[in-house]
């Protein structure tokens, strides 16, 4: 042993060792993060991809089935109005008929009443005959009224 040069040798070589295992171990450990880093940007590159297509496939059943909803509803309302202006035409017809059926029944009324005015005078003064008798006995009901009152 010369004046400790071997030790000192020896704790340099050490070290040098080390250091070249530590840089070593930080590399293998660097590339297998990048390596890592790499597989996870493609998955999920992957996944976006996945996912866009999914979204696609929806977007474009939800735009079917809503434009299947919008022509149904289209066909129906079309039957509706036209179901609609049939009947208007009914009930327009129907309301013609009434209204040329009264005009009719109105005239035929007219026509009646002109004919049975000359009976119905005949009548009023029969009945007006009638009544002269009721008002001279209606002077003593007013008198057996007066009488009761008193």
Known sequence: MSNGNGVVATLTGAAESMKETASNIGSSIASTAKKA???VKKRTAAAKKAVAKRTDKASKAVKKTVAKAKKKLASASATAKAEAAVLKKKVGKKTAKKATKK?????TVKKAVKKAAPKKAAKKVAKKAAPKKAVKKAPAKKAVKKAKKK
């Not at 005009?103 to 005239?107: G, H, I, S, T, Y």
């Open 37 to 39: 880093q790499k597989a």
């Open 103 to 107: 005009a009719a029944a109105k005239k």
